[in-house]
């Protein structure tokens, strides 16, 4: 109606990945037209960007990734406890 999108765009890849422009971008977005209005943008600091699906896709997908590196490094640390 009043002609604005809204996306959003987590990153991935920390302090490092941002100094070498190598970041993981996950979008969400409703608007494939702006999708590409801003891939463009994002191109220039991330070296992946995904799609994940409609607005607010991109922090679910962000979410899932954080709890998979907290459980993969609770796992390890109590694999080394049991040594």
Known sequence: RFGVNFLDCPVSGGPRGAAAGSLTCMLGSDSEGA?????????????????????????????????????????????????
């Open 35 to 83: 999708t590409k209005m801003v891939l463009p943008v994002l191109k220039t600091f991330a070296q992946k960007v995904v799609h994940c699906g409609p607005s607010g896709a991109g922090h679910a997908v962000k979410a899932v990734n954080n709890a998979l590196n907290v459980t993969h490094l609770m796992l390890g640390a109590e694999g080394l406890l049991a040594l």
